[in-house]
């Protein structure tokens, strides 16, 4: 909702945007960026609908506004909270999928999922990633929604992939290190 890309790795946020067609690039600790919140991020996502940007640390959940008047993001009601109970893992991923359902996952060791309302703080489904998401990375870090019908996954092994969601299968896959991705995202 303000036009810039977030990228979380431990304690940093890195911010990328253009300006007259240049791209730019700055860092800040996540409570600076994002007052009164985690220290840390295990699960990150905005809802593109709301303009909510979700934080995750192990159970807590922090909800951010953008103020456009004051361009900061402030802390919204009824955050932070502990994650539901109702949700039997600690996430390692949030996405919005090409349907808007927000997505929490637990990657690596095992494919649980959840679709989970961040305002309730409730799941309203859970799964199998193999049975919903078939052939995801199990290492994935990331995820933006390129289109209805494609989204770039960013994985731990360091590579972009393209997911076609409609043939549930990775398209493309390109070989690249996070610090190189941040150069050319948004170009």
């Not at 959840?114 to 995820?143: C, H, Q």
């Not at 960013?154 to 990775?170: E, L, P």
Request: net charge positive; with cysteine.
């Amino acid at each position: 909702h303000n036009g810039r890309t977030y990228l979380f790795s431990r304690d940093r946020v890195y911010e990328v945007w253009r300006h007259d067609n240049l791209q730019q690039k700055t860092s800040f600790y996540i409570n600076e960026m994002f007052p009164k919140g985690p220290r840390t991020v295990s699960v990150a996502y905005t809802n593109a609908r709301s303009g909510v940007t979700v934080l995750i640390e192990r159970t807590n959940v922090y909800r951010f506004r953008w103020n456009r008047d004051k361009k900061h993001f402030h802390l919204a009601r009824k955050s932070p909270q502990q994650l539901s109970k109702d949700i039997n893992f600690i996430p390692h991923i949030g996405f919005q999928w090409s349907d808007d359902n927000q997505v929490l996952m637990k990657c690596f060791q095992n494919n649980d999922f959840v679709i989970y309302d961040a305002y309730w703080n409730v799941p309203t489904f859970k799964g199998s990633k193999e049975d919903y998401f078939r052939n995801l990375p199990n290492d994935m870090i990331g995820m933006t929604l390129k289109t209805q019908t494609l989204l770039i996954v960013y994985t731990a092994s360091n590579t972009v992939q393209v997911y076609d969601t409609k043939k549930h299968r990775i398209v493309q896959e390109y070989p690249i290190e996070t610090n190189k991705l941040v150069g050319c995202i948004n170009e």
